[in-house]
């Protein structure tokens, strides 16, 4: 069973719905904007552009914003890019690693919509 599978199941369909609706070709905000209104839509707690500490040994060394992050339990990172790359789902994956939060998924609004589901357990 996939952790947060309801979740993640809502997360894709609002996915695919906002790129069926808009295509391929706009900014990342766009879609990001897009895709909250259809997540909401969904009935899911939606925050967005949230700044995270990162933390070394207790003390915190950094920040990052993750584009969404949806019921407190999934980090959403997007991509507007013909080609998704290692550096993306390292980003996504040092996300997971620097939060409590353990599923993340990337989504790809390119010439061809594309996700990836990544799990990072914490210990």
Known sequence: MLKHKEITEKIIGAFYNVYNE?????LESVYENALKIELELANLKVSSQEN????YKGIIVGEFRPDIIVNDSVIIELKAISTLR??????ILNYLKATEIEVGILLNFG???KFKRFIYGKK
């Open 111 to 113: 010439d061809t919509p």
């Open 52 to 55: 995270i500490n990162v933390k």
């Open 86 to 91: 290692k550096e993306h789902e390292a980003q």
């Open 22 to 26: 808009l295509g391929k070709g706009f």
